[in-house]
Nanobody, 113 residues
Framework: QVQLVESGGGLVQPGGSLRLSCAAS????????MSWYRQAPGKQRELVAT???????NYADSVKGRFTISRDDAKKMAYLQMNNLKPEDTAVYYC???????WGQGTQVTVSS
């Protein structure tokens, strides 16, 4: 089983940037696609971005052109680069292995002036 630990969240002003990291432990990381989800207060968890094990990416319409998902299989890491952040991006962000149902504990991102 793979364990996931997110980091990199924090408080940022609108228009700012953050880079979230997801560190994975265990074997066979490179076999799995990875996803980032987010959940804002009072809202359902929503898919933000996915990256397949071969590198193909997909994004929610709300973040296209602003967020970039990537992975480093040698380091067992997944990343979410978030640029031009907006207040509506405020949420707890989670990394996920969708085919296995594995989740991290989440990292808080707050966009506010």
């Amino acid at each position: 089983q793979v364990q996931l630990v997110e980091s990199g969240g924090g408080l940022v002003q609108p228009g700012g940037s953050l880079r979230l990291s997801c560190a994975a432990s265990g074997s066979f990381f490179s076999r799995y696609g990875m996803s980032w989800y987010r959940q804002a207060p009072g809202k359902q968890r929503e898919l933000v971005a996915t990256i397949a094990n071969v590198g193909r990416t997909n994004y929610a319409d709300s973040v296209k052109g602003r967020f970039t998902i990537s992975r480093d299989d040698a380091k067992k890491m997944a990343y979410l680069q978030m640029n031009n952040l907006k207040p509506e991006d405020t949420a707890v962000y989670y990394c996920n292995v969708p085919t296995q149902g594995w989740w991290g504990q989440g990292t808080q991102v707050t966009v506010s002036s």
